[in-house]
């Protein structure tokens, strides 16, 4: 790594020298007595500890390098965690127990509700009701197309798996990762052009419709693996698609009732952070509430994120607060990389070599892709750089890793819904199309502007 | 409680009970196969979720009260946990499972380490050295009374126990909470008067001293209970008394020379986050460090945040990053309830009603009021008021819960170094002396400025 420069590198090793040391020396010297705690039942706390502190190193050196080839960091952090999980291939299995702690388990999924809170956060309501028919009828076909497309391929490479695997791998493919879009736009000074209005707009919805994929196909697995064995009337899948719609829409209305509320009281109460512990309620609580209903806790968080104004806090702005944005920032930064690394963790690289695997992967990616083409058919407007559209929408990325997981702990018929070598393919599928997307995208929109410079003799350069 | 006006009463009972309606009817529910992942293995992290709910929202309830009351919040997290954690002796046991949850726990850990982190980060190593010989006397003073007096009551009341118990005991009642007596003066407009200054250089002092004993104290009985049964020798309490200096010094002297460099290899980074999860890191290491080494990981997490100095962060801060401050706040305020709320609920209040209990937690709390009056010996100058620091240095806070907490989980001879009843005493000890001190110090600052103002005819004024 060229950054490295001599003297940094020699710092930098002697610090991870250090550590290594003490760890051996003090293991070691654990069994002659002098360090009677370090072992035995005090170490859940030490474990969790070591674990926190690798995983946070490798995210950061993981983000940077992705960072430095313009790849999004979050890959990054998936990557170093596919790595580190697959250490064992080569004898080092140091790093085999991060994988079944509980605690580290836990940290994750309070990360990844974190996640969409924070995702949530940045779109209210009203925003939502703005963006407009184009937008919505984007995400509608975007969302369609790959979701039949992924069932399909899911029908052709395992068809000896029951109806709702298939829909669950479907629902993987929907939901566009809004930030790896946005990202390139910003960098390309494009953001506020009509195609990157209509991808964010589209891909914020399409985040929504997909969360009520979820919630519906978790909901139909759930009630079809407890009780029902395999059969499951219609009026059941009725029932779940209202519980999962009316949670949702409840959560935007009784919040929008109540919260301005709640946050009121909390203005009163006396002591610091009460700001942002309320926030964390709102999103602990409909989490909760959503796990309880046998939806996914996401949904709630993301719901929660939604309905919250920044309007209703403005008292709170106005003795010197910070905003929640800004208050849950710094728990994100700390617990997210949890959730992305041990997802790469938890891929098992042997799966790869196989080739049926691969092949499954293949075809799912381009499923992936082919399919989100279809947002370009909702745009009529013959000025609009139709294909750029179809280009931002293709990468998939949290949501569908945030997916797989879920479905791998979902249990049906004795096995879990996401099997090991299909996790695999989709975390393929997700880095094949987040890689894909930037360069086709900066391809794309510069040939656009060129059309315009040939057209309207514009001054847009660059090439 | 007045500040509920009867329309938010209403509508925060609203809230409350929409919950308990949701979580009754899905728990019953449940039940006839309608949400299949509500009870089952899937649970973990819904338990989670809905202990943080209820810890968050107790927290600021009850730091909300005692604030009212011109009390410490810390105390009110303490309390409102006792009262949560004893409702079983009215027939509610649903709290019972939130004392036994070991990510709970593990969450608990890890907001200690951060609080203490953040204790550290206010004070930086120079800081230390500057604060002049009065406070390093007064410190000093301000330790060894109290913590033989408390090592002489537990012989008292404990003759049975062993050596080690009674120092264990005796280092609880050692460190000064600085926080409580900082927002006393504080808010008496008193921060920047010579006794203040005194007082919190000499807390800040003895919060190192208390860590040190602890050190040495949890080696030294670590090393008893592994290994060499019951009999110590002289070299090794040495030994054990040079690992823990050695500790806290080597990390001051290796983070001096390594962290400036470590820092700016993460300022070379890309990525977003990386001021905070380096200094996450730093904390967690050192946190590892010394539990490896078989002291507290606190210990580590203070010593990480004395060696951070906001000078190797100027890069950060020119490019517009918050400090470490900030940053590490909303982590503070996310997770230190967690501790002072469990810690509360750890409490057993039937103990309460044992009348040797209360004795021993009275002359207790006797010894940790008077012990501390020698603080006022080590001040020699006349115009001082010398009586104001004896009675600034009498509040014991976080430090001393950390340690019953620590000695809870301490086996010596099959059984904790902290008993049930002495975790009782010392909580008693621990919120007495913090409810004393305001008063009396007001008391005794303002007398004094009535002195000063017979004698100089000042002209402060306030009664």
Same mark, same amino acid.
């Given at each position: 790594?060229?950054?490295?420069?001599n003297?940094?590198?020699?710092?930098?090793?002697?610090?991870i020298?250090?550590?290594?040391?003490?760890?051996?020396?003090?293991?070691?010297?654990?069994?002659?007595?002098?360090?009677?705690?370090?072992?035995?039942?005090?170490?859940?706390?030490?474990?969790?500890?070591?674990?926190?502190?690798?995983?946070?190193?490798?995210?950061?050196?993981?983000?940077?390098?992705?960072?430095?080839?313009?790849?999004?960091a979050?890959?990054?952090?998936?990557?170093?965690?596919m790595?580190?999980?697959?250490?064992?291939?080569?004898?080092?299995?140091?790093?085999?127990p991060?994988?079944?702690?509980?605690?580290?388990?836990?940290l994750?999924?309070?990360?990844? +509700? !974190? #996640?969409?809170?924070?995702?949530?956060?940045?779109?209210t %309501?009203?925003?939502?009701?703005? /963006?407009?028919? $184009?937008? &919505?009828?984007?995400?509608?076909?975007?969302?369609?197309?790959?979701f039949?497309?992924g069932?399909?391929?899911?029908?052709?490479f395992?068809?000896?798996?029951?109806?709702?695997?298939?829909?669950?791998?479907?629902?993987?493919?929907?939901?566009?990762?809004?930030?790896i879009?946005?990202?390139?736009?910003?960098?390309?000074?494009?953001?506020?052009?009509?195609?990157?209005?209509?991808?964010?707009?589209?891909?914020?919805?399409?985040?929504?419709?997909?969360l009520?994929?979820?919630?519906?196909?978790?909901?139909i697995?759930?009630?079809?693996?407890?009780?029902m064995?395999?059969g499951?009337?219609?009026?059941?899948?009725?029932? +779940? !698609? #209202?519980?999962?719609?009316?949670?949702i829409?409840?959560? %935007?209305?009784?919040?929008?009732? /109540?919260?301005? $509320?709640? &946050?009121k009281?909390?203005?009163r109460?006396?002591?610091?952070?009460?700001?942002?512990?309320?926030?964390?309620?709102?999103?602990?609580?409909?989490?909760?509430?959503?796990?309880?209903?046998?939806?996914?806790p996401?949904?709630?968080?993301?719901?929660?994120?939604?309905?919250?104004?920044?309007?209703?806090?403005?008292?709170?702005?106005?003795r010197?607060?910070?905003?929640?944005?800004?208050?849950?920032?710094?728990i994100?930064?700390?617990l997210?990389?949890?959730?992305?690394?041990?997802?790469?963790?938890?891929?098992d690289?042997?799966?790869?070599?196989?080739?049926?695997?691969?092949?499954?992967?293949a075809?799912?990616?381009?499923?992936?892709?082919?399919?989100?083409?279809?947002?370009?058919?909702? %745009?009529?407007?013959?000025?609009?750089?139709?294909?750029a559209?179809?280009?931002?929408?293709?990468?998939?990325?949290e949501?569908?890793?945030?997916?797989?997981?879920?479905?791998?702990?979902?249990i049906l018929?004795?096995?879990?819904?996401?099997?090991?070598s299909?996790?695999?393919?989709?975390?393929?599928?997700?880095?094949?199309?987040?890689?894909?997307?930037?360069p086709?995208?900066?391809?794309?929109?510069?040939?656009g502007?060129?059309?315009t410079?040939?057209?309207?003799?514009?001054?847009?350069?660059?090439?």
């Amino acid at each position: 790594m060229r950054f490295l420069t001599n003297r940094r590198l020699i710092w930098f090793l002697t610090i991870i020298g250090v550590y290594l040391l003490y760890d051996l020396a003090f293991a070691s010297s654990g069994g002659n007595g002098h360090t009677g705690n370090g072992g035995g039942h005090e170490s859940p706390v030490l474990d969790v500890l070591l674990e926190l502190i690798v995983i946070l190193l490798a995210a950061k050196l993981g983000g940077d390098l992705f960072e430095r080839v313009k790849a999004p960091a979050v890959l990054g952090e998936l990557v170093i965690g596919m790595v580190i999980g697959n250490l064992q291939l080569v004898g080092i299995d140091f790093f085999e127990p991060f994988k079944h702690n509980l605690t580290l388990e836990i940290l994750a999924e309070i990360g990844v +509700i !974190i #996640l969409l809170f924070e995702v949530g956060l940045e779109s209210t %309501v009203r925003d939502m009701m703005k /963006v407009g028919l $184009v937008s &919505f009828m984007v995400a509608i076909f975007g969302v369609i197309a790959p979701f039949f497309l992924g069932w399909g391929v899911a029908v052709l490479f395992l068809p000896h798996e029951s109806v709702y695997v298939h829909i669950f791998i479907g629902a993987t493919l929907t939901a566009t990762s809004v930030g790896i879009t946005a990202r390139v736009l910003k960098d390309m000074n494009k953001i506020n052009t009509r195609e990157a209005k209509i991808i964010l707009g589209a891909a914020v919805i399409d985040d929504i419709m997909g969360l009520i994929i979820l919630a519906v196909v978790t909901g139909i697995i759930s009630a079809v693996s407890s009780g029902m064995s395999e059969g499951i009337s219609s009026g059941t899948v009725l029932f +779940i !698609i #209202l519980k999962a719609v009316g949670f949702i829409v409840g959560a %935007v209305i009784i919040g929008h009732w /109540v919260l301005p $509320v709640f &946050f009121k009281f909390g203005f009163r109460l006396k002591g610091k952070g009460v700001l942002l512990s309320f926030a964390l309620l709102v999103c602990f609580l409909l989490a909760y509430l959503a796990g309880k209903m046998g939806l996914a806790p996401i949904v709630g968080a993301f719901a929660a994120g939604l309905i919250l104004e920044e309007v209703w806090f403005k008292d709170y702005h106005d003795r010197g607060e910070h905003s929640i944005e800004e208050l849950i920032s710094p728990i994100a930064t700390f617990l997210v990389p949890v959730f992305f690394v041990r997802m790469g963790m938890l891929v098992d690289l042997t799966t790869f070599a196989q080739i049926e695997i691969l092949g499954f992967a293949a075809v799912l990616t381009l499923a992936a892709i082919v399919g989100k083409q279809a947002c370009s058919l909702a %745009v009529f407007d013959k000025t609009t750089n139709r294909i750029a559209i179809g280009l931002g929408m293709i990468p998939r990325g949290e949501v569908g890793l945030i997916f797989v997981g879920i479905g791998s702990k979902l249990i049906l018929n004795g096995h879990p819904v996401i099997s090991t070598s299909t996790y695999s393919a989709v975390v393929i599928m997700v880095i094949i199309t987040t890689l894909v997307t930037p360069p086709a995208l900066i391809f794309s929109m510069l040939r656009g502007d060129r059309k315009t410079d040939h057209s309207l003799s514009g001054s847009q350069t660059e090439g």
